[in-house]
Each structure stands twice: as C-alpha cells, then as structure tokens.
C-alpha cells in the first residue's frame, strides 16, 4: 500500500512532467524566482528566464517539452509583446518621426540583408535561395527586450518610437518577402499570387483601422462601467487581429502590432483598463513565451563539430553586426545620443518569433539543413542576452539623464498635491481619470479625495457615511495603481471646509465638478466655487464633462492675453500636453499671436512635443467666434484667472454660467492657475477678510444690476 502511494508520486516527477498543474507551479515558480536570483548578479530578469527555458527544456534536463499547452501561452507571449508595443507607441510622436522610422526600418533591413548574402553565398556556401532566406532573417528582429523599456518608463523616447516603426517596417517586409521565396519555391509565383496577396493586405487594414476602432468605442462607452469586459474585449481583438493577419498571408505578430495601434487612442498610458493589460502580461504571458525561447535552445549542436561552431558563430556575428550598423548609422543621420543609439540596438538585435517563422519555413521546405536551423535556434539566444543587456543598460542611463534635467519656474512634482472635493460620486470617476491622467509620475504626494459635511444635528451620521463613501473610490484608483487618501472632515461651511483642508494637506490644486445651476437667492450671495477661487491662490480646476476623457477628439484651450505671464502658465501647459498624450489627441490653441510665441516657446523649453495648431482670430469675450472653432466631441479648456490676476478679464465674471449657456453639449474644464498670492490666515472666516470691502461694494453693484433686471422684466410684463 505504501509503495504504492510513494510509486504514484514518483510517477508524477517523471521527466518530462505529463501533468498539466504541477507544470504550471513549476512555470510559476521559475516566473517567481529567476529575476529575483539572478538581480543579485545584476542580470536582466528576462535573461534569467530564457536560461531557466535552456535548463527545463527537452535539450536540457529535460523536465519540460513544448507540448500544445505550452506553445499556446507562448504564443500569446509573443502577440502580446508586439501588442503592447503597438499600444504604448506615442503616435503622434511615431507621425512626427514617421520619416525617420522609414530611415530606420530601410536601415535595419537592407544593412544585414547585405552583409548576410555575400556571406552566407561565399563563406558558407549556401545556395542564392538559401542565401537570401538566412540573410533575411538577419534583417527580422523581434522586441524581447521591450518589457524593459516599458519597466523604466522610456516607452516615449523618440529612439523608442523610431525603432518600433522601424521594426514593424522590417518583420513586415521580411514576411513578406518570406511569402515570395515560399511561392517561388513551390512555383505559386503567378500574377493571381500578387492580387490575393494585396487584397488581403488591404481588406485587413480596412477592418483594423476603419472598423474596430468604432466597435471598441461603441463597446466602451455602452459598458462604461464593466471594466473586466473591456479587457477581455481588448485580448479578443488581439487575437483576432492575429488570425486575420495570418489569412492575409503575413505572420500574427504583424496583427497583435496592427491591433495595439488601432486601439492606441482608445486605451489611455495611465488608464486602468492598461494598468491591468501589462500586469496580465509581464506577470504571466510574457514570461511563458521567454522560458519557451530557451526551450527551443539546443547546445548540444555545439558538440556536433567544427561546421556547426563556425555555422554558429558565423550567424551571430552577421546578425549582431548589421544591426548594430544600421543603428549607428541611425544613430549618426539623426544625431541621437550614445545612449539612444544602445537602445536602438538593443531593441533591434534580439531574434525570436520572426526568425524562427523564417527558419522553420526553409528547414521544412529543405531550402536549409539542420545546422542553420540549429545555429539559428542558438542566435537566439544570444541576440536576447545581449539585447537584454544592452537596453537594460541604455534604459537606465537614459531616465537618469532625464532626471538630472533641471526643472523650469521652480516647478517642483516631487511636491504636487492634487485635491479633489466631492459632491456628486456619479461624477468623481471621470474626475479621478482626468488626476491620474495629469498628475506627473514623480510626485511623492497622493491625489486627495475630501469630503466636508456640514456641522450639524447629524454630523457624525453623515461623516461616517461620506467615509464609506469614499472607500469605493479608493478600488477605483488602485487599478491605476495611483495613491489616494481620503478625508472626511465637518466644518460649518462647505467651501471654509474645503479651504481649510487645501492648506492643512499644503495640496497645490483642488481639482471640483461643475457647479449646478443656481437658484435667483443664491445669485445674491458668493457661491462655494466663487469663495475657493477668490480665497486661495492654488490652482482650481472646474470640470464638466458630457462624455468619457476617451471619447473626445480635440483639446481646445483659450488663453488670455498675458496668461503667459502667471505663476501658473507652464504648470497648466504642462498638464494640458500630457492629457494630449494620454489621450493621443491635438491641442487647438485660441489665443493672440504674443501668447502664441510664449507657447511654442515653452513648449521648447519644456521640452514637450505635442501636436498644437493655432487659430488665426481671437476675441476673448466674443464666445460667438470661439463657437466657430468648438466641434461636439471637443474638450474645451478655458483659461481664466483671478481679479488680482495680470490676465484678467471682465468678461471672466460668471465665465462658469457663459459656457454652459454657449456649450451646454459640451466638455468643458475651467482653469484658475496658481498665482503668487500669499493666502492670508484669515482668509478661511467669511467674517474677517482683508478683501472683504472692495468684495462687499462688487456684491451691491451686482446686486443693483440683477433687481434693474428683474424690474424692466416686471415692466415689460
């Protein structure tokens, strides 16, 4: 009896593992402990992972094979590589550097095909198709090593862009031309070849970009609210897009990039819906395809005498060399840094899923024997160590750099202190959306979500319940894994509450929802927004929006004259240009030609790159002409500012009450920058307030010109 309990457990360890549990625990475990060992050597986690697939693989210890279970998860790797690489594209970086992506991909195509062909027809004395098959597959490259980049938060770098549009240019035109040796081959190369083949191409890109876009909309924003269905609508269309391509005639990879770029604009970079797509990735996906690159790894070949080892060596100095051409040749055109030149190269040297697809289809077709087919299988794996290497360093040098970088008008993110009173909870998503969005990544300080109860019979009652409340907001903001605190407070006046808190959390922006329409009484007194404007000198956002952030097209800003000289302008420029970038989507600029200058010239000095066009006329108070610029799925963002403000205007007063009444459709932000004013101490009481007079005389002549009003209406009657 006991012999047999003990033979059964010996029989579940029997090499190669058979059952599928202990197989996954053993994934996990090497997915779990393999960065982890080998970061005390210094040693990218990714390369941990290929050698633990060298070691459990069939070559190794054989303690796994690459069964079906094991080739569909490393399939999804792989499709989910090339898709979040074609998601984190900044595109309007890509459209701005669309020419050197052309530069870049020619490059890093032609200069291995053309040191590779010579070599492989001459040295090894491989025949003109074989030639032409190996050396192509030197020009393939696949981003093993983009998870890195992605883990330093360079993903934006224009070496990045460029080598991602590059990449696809190459693997595409690789596949491509992997298509016509293969019809070549097999004699298929006729006229009929060429239609099916450009039709389909151009079907694919319809449905790509044309109508999966809309039906992701659509899906967003009738399910706005189930977030799990988004994302397993987004990995259903990644798939599809795969086996689309693959019908198409080009490799799923090409699919899984086509995919991330059609969803690009509809997916945010600080989003939750991304937040949950890399973790699902890099946690689980992404390895599972790196430990099956090392299972593919046959070192035994070495073994197998001098050919092999010259095949093998051969191979990997021609890959390694090309491509380290091509991007310094890049690197030289366009005058990138020696860092951005590293990145390139480590971002385009490592092989995989396109030089295996190149590969297999000669070795199985016999255009190619074992050897090159092993030696390749070797590459492999030194093209990802040495990638993995390279951009890991590269990456790192560069976000130091990027750090020393001195900040502009004493801007300090490390201090930036968002906070966001509540009224309304059906409306604190968006608003927690747009903090996210904007809030800069380098601020140590957490987006604070307050709510004041009045100080009242029932005060504690209603404290604990706006405590509760608030939990569920807390779930919210955790899925972009950004820090939020709550606070409940009493005081016996809202907007004193709300004050009060801004300086007890020294929070630098108070970011509240849209006032409701008031009532005739309350037109007689100061409204809660009107008291926060006039008694703080922190930065107010107003925030009214008709839709979700995804939903808009265009970010329209109007800026005052002189906006450009507050204490406030490069903060708000800047929190505009990275919602832009978030949402991958233009600025439009309604301003005068010095503000004009002032923006571009900031925006320089900043340097931000954002798409940003300007209008050729402008009239602050004429919302009539700015109706002229304003589309319906625009996100209007009025600059206004304070009386005590250099760029004040009259035509401010009761700007909230204009724009409802111009855009009632439409998504509006109103912005009172942060000025230089010291708030007074005695600002929080309504009763002792040093502006109180000049307040008071304002309120009478408002007051006398609302009953006029009332009495010529009465007239009229």
């Known amino acids: 009896m006991t012999s047999d309990f003990f033979n059964q457990i010996a029989h579940q360890f029997e090499r190669p593992f058979q059952n599928p549990v202990l197989i996954f625990a053993v994934i996990l475990f090497i997915i779990l402990l393999s960065p982890i060992l080998l970061r005390k050597l210094k040693i990218p986690g990714i390369i941990g992972l290929i050698i633990s697939g060298v070691f459990i693989g069939p070559h190794g210890l054989k303690i796994l094979e690459q069964d079906s279970a094991v080739k569909l998860f490393s399939t999804i790797g792989l499709l989910y590589i090339m898709f979040i690489a074609g998601l984190e594209l900044d595109l309007k970086e890509f459209e701005r550097n669309k020419n050197k992506s052309l530069v870049f991909g020619f490059l890093t195509f032609m200069i291995p095909l053309v040191i590779g062909f010579p070599v492989c027809y001459y040295f090894l004395d491989y025949s003109i198709t074989a030639s032409l098959l190996i050396s192509s597959m030197f020009s393939t490259h696949t981003m093993v090593s983009y998870p890195i980049v992605s883990k ?24 491509i031309l992997l298509a016509i040796i293969k019809g070549s081959n097999s004699g298929n190369l006729s006229l009929s070849f060429w239609i099916q083949l450009l039709t389909s191409l151009a079907i694919f890109t319809g449905i790509m970009f044309y109508v999966i876009p809309k039906i992701t909309a659509w899906f967003f924003q009738k399910l706005e609210s189930e977030k799990t269905s988004h994302y397993i609508f987004v990995l259903s269309v990644v798939f599809f897009a795969a086996f689309l391509a693959e019908i198409a005639g080009i490799e799923p990879i090409i699919g899984a990039f086509i995919a991330g770029l059609a969803l690009n604009k509809l997916i945010p970079y600080s989003s939750a819906l991304m937040n949950r797509i890399d973790f699902i990735g890099n946690a689980i996906f992404i390895p599972f395809f790196l430990i099956s690159v090392g299972m593919l790894v046959d070192t035994s070949i070495l073994l197998k005498g001098s050919t092999a080892i010259i095949i093998v060596v051969t191979l990997s100095i021609v890959a390694l060399l090309g491509k380290w051409i091509a991007a310094w040749v890049t690197s030289v055109i366009f005058k990138y840094s020696a860092d951005q030149r590293k990145l390139i190269f480590g971002l385009s040297s490592s092989r995989a899923a396109a030089a295996l697809a190149v590969i297999m289809v000669g070795f199985q077709t016999k255009i190619i024997g074992e050897y090159a087919l092993n030696g390749t299988i070797i590459l492999i794996l030194i093209s990802c160590l ?41 409306n604190m998503e968006l608003l927690l959306e747009l903090a996210v969005f904007i809030r800069n990544k380098k601020s140590s300080n957490p987006i604070t979500i307050l709510s004041v109860v009045p100080n009242n019979e029932e005060a504690e009652k209603n404290l604990q319940k706006a405590r509760k409340n608030l939990e569920s907001l807390v779930k919210i903001a955790s899925a972009n894994e950004t820090k939020v605190n709550i606070i409940a407070t009493i005081d016996h006046n809202i907007a004193g509450g709300i004050i009060r808190s801004s300086r007890e959390i020294m929070s630098d922006t108070i970011m509240i929802g849209w006032p409701q329409k008031t009532k005739l009484i309350e037109r007689f007194i100061e409204t809660k927004i009107s008291l926060i404007i006039s008694r703080t000198s922190k930065a107010i956002y107003i925030c ?92 209007l963002i009025y600059i206004a500012a304070r009386k005590t403000s250099v760029s004040h205007d009259n035509c401010m007063e009761s700007i909230q009450e204009k724009l409802e009444k111009q855009f009632a459709s439409t998504s509006k932000i109103v912005i009172y920058p942060r000025t230089y004013h010291v708030d007074s101490k005695y600002n929080e009481y309504g009763d002792i307030n040093p502006d109180s007079i000049n307040q008071g005389l304002e309120r009478v002549q408002k007051i006398g010109k609302d009953l006029g009003n009332l009495l010529k209406r009465d007239h009229k009657g």
């Open 386 to 426: 040495i990638a993995s290497l390279v951009t890991e360093n590269a990456s790192r040098r560069i976000l130091t750099s990027e750090k020393d970088e001195p900040l502009h008008n004493n801007l300090s993110w490390e201090d930036e202190h968002i906070m966001m009173p509540i009224a309304n909870l059906n």
């Open 544 to 635: 009214h929006f008709e839709h979700s952030l995804i939903g808009h097209k265009r970010l329209v800003v109007v800026c005052p004259p002189l906006g450009e000289l507050e204490h406030g302008f490069e903060i708000w420029l800047t929190r505009i240009s990275k919602l832009s970038k978030e949402l991958s989507i233009n600025i439009f600029c309604y301003c005068n030609e010095k503000s004009k200058s002032e923006i571009v010239e900031h925006l320089k000095k900043l340097k931000i790159n954002v798409a940003i066009s300007f209008s050729k006329e402008f009239d602050l108070p004429n919302l009539d002409l700015l109706s002229k610029y304003i589309l319906p799925e625009d996100l």
């Open 152 to 175: 330093f938060g360079i993903s934006k770098n224009e070496a990045v862009a460029i080598t991602v549009g590059g990449t696809i240019l190459s693997d595409t035109t690789v596949l």
